[in-house]
């Protein structure tokens, strides 16, 4: 087993290595390349499943140190690791499915007991007191029929926000799914709109992105205050309560959302500050 502290010194050299690729590429601008070396978060989620590292809590704990942000996501099925895991900027959990015959044919999961741990996890969430999502990733003719399900689910669980996103089609020559399965914006809107209207007014629509496919959910109670959503991150603000030791909440660092980000907005989730870099010629290339 590797030490974190090797991981994390080769994933930021490796990090730095990515970013000086970038130099001279047409529309790179030269601010956000020498931003680019300074490493701010750190997403656990890509590969495998980082909950059931032995060392998870010493990583985390280095990144903090590091002034880096904690994002890590898990499958649901390890509620004991979960349980023990210190506080980390942002706690996600993969909802694939909203009961066990479904989660069984998206998430194909590899313990008998799968469901038993999938509902373990979610009542782990609910002891959280930092940030924590369900991510729901929804997949036409696969697991967007039982709203219901998924209601109760989150009222269970009473997670910090629901992220809801489309599922992104990667090719293959044999794929399962295909872009028939993959729903469009307005489609995520719809579904996020009917399952806000069936939490009976705890959770809003707060912000959206329309280029990502997805759209936020957040809880009323915590992340919409004085009539303005403060969904944005203060990471500053969490390192200094991580390193302290003493016990905080979500809304202890919490940011209000820009006006762009926010669900409805006519940019819905583009800044308009930002400038988009086209190639000259389009590409023309089979898949997509």
């Keep these: 087993m590797d030490e974190p502290e090797l991981i994390i010194e080769q994933g930021l050299q490796n990090h730095m290595q990515m970013i000086k690729q970038s130099k001279g590429v047409p529309g790179v601008r030269e601010d956000r390349y020498n931003e680019g ?12 499943e980082p909950i059931i590292y032995p060392e998870i809590n010493r990583f985390v704990d280095i990144l903090h140190q590091k002034h880096i942000s904690s994002f890590l996501v898990t499958n649901a099925q390890f509620p004991e690791q979960m349980r023990a895991l210190r506080p980390i900027t942002q706690l996600y959990i993969s909802v694939d499915a909203s009961n066990p015959e479904d989660l069984k044919r998206v998430g194909r999961p590899l313990f008998d007991d799968y469901w038993t741990r999938y509902l373990e996890c ?37 997670p910090s926000f629901v992220e809801v996103k ?31 209207n069936q939490l009976g007014g705890e959770y809003g629509l707060a912000a959206e992105h329309e280029h990502s496919c997805c759209v936020l959910l957040a809880k009323k109670s915590e992340f919409y205050v004085n009539g303005q959503w403060r969904t944005w991150i203060d990471y500053d603000r969490f390192n200094e309560l991580a390193l302290s030791g003493e016990a905080f909440g979500a809304s202890d660092y919490s940011l209000p959302t820009p006006h762009w980000a926010v ?3 006519e940019e819905q989730g583009f800044d308009p500050q930002e400038q988009r870099f086209k190639a000259r010629k389009p590409y023309v290339g089979g898949g997509c």
């Design 37 to 48: 070396f300074q490493v701010r978060h750190c997403a656990l989620s890509l590969v495998g």
């Design 122 to 158: 979610i009542d782990v969430i609910r002891e959280k007191r930092q940030r924590t999502v369900y991510r729901l990733t929804l997949i036409k003719d696969f697991n967007v029929v039982d709203m219901a399900g998924y209601v109760k689910l989150i009222h269970r669980g009473q």
């Design 263 to 265: 669900f409805g907005a």
């Design 166 to 196: 489309g599922v992104t089609f990667c090719g293959g020559k044999k794929p399962q799914l295909g872009m028939k399965n993959v729903p469009w914006h307005s489609e995520v809107v719809a579904f996020c709109k009917e399952l806000e």
